[in-house]
């Protein structure tokens, strides 16, 4: 599957923005998407997961509250609401998928097989 990731911006710190996540190819129903996001200089950090099948959530602790994941099976796209933007938020934003993800390990980037380029969001203070 081949991930295409839209929807980053410049914004002022209390902003919003959503983050799109398009798919090809077949069954995006059975993968289990996430966004993880990278700031320079720092390592590629867990953001948000919505699991394939049940559609639970998780979230990590930065973004509980603000932060919002969604999925349109029909569109073949996931989605990332963003609220309350923070300057800390600046980052690559990427997503994405695995077809074999097993909840334990939803926070591991390495376990995702399928990446999209990624989406530069940046908010000002």
């Known amino acids: 599957v081949q991930l295409q990731a839209s929807g980053g911006g410049l914004v002022q710190a209390g902003a919003s923005l959503r983050l799109s996540c398009a798919a090809s190819g077949p069954s995006f129903s059975r993968y289990s998407m996430g966004w993880f996001r990278q700031a320079p200089g720092k390592e590629r950090e867990f953001v948000a997961n919505?699991?394939?099948?049940?559609?639970?959530?998780y979230y990590a602790d930065f973004v509980k509250g603000r932060f919002s994941i969604s999925r349109d099976n029909v569109k073949n796209t996931v989605y990332l609401q963003m609220n309350s933007l923070k300057p800390e938020d600046t980052a690559v934003y990427y997503c994405?998928?695995?077809?074999?993800?097993?909840?334990?390990?939803?926070?591991?980037?390495?376990?995702?097989?399928?990446w999209g380029q990624g989406t530069q969001v940046t908010v000002s203070s």
């Open positions: 919505i699991f394939r099948n049940s559609g639970r959530t």
């Open positions: 994405a998928g695995s077809s074999t993800l097993i909840m334990s390990t939803i926070r591991d980037s390495q376990q995702y097989n399928y």
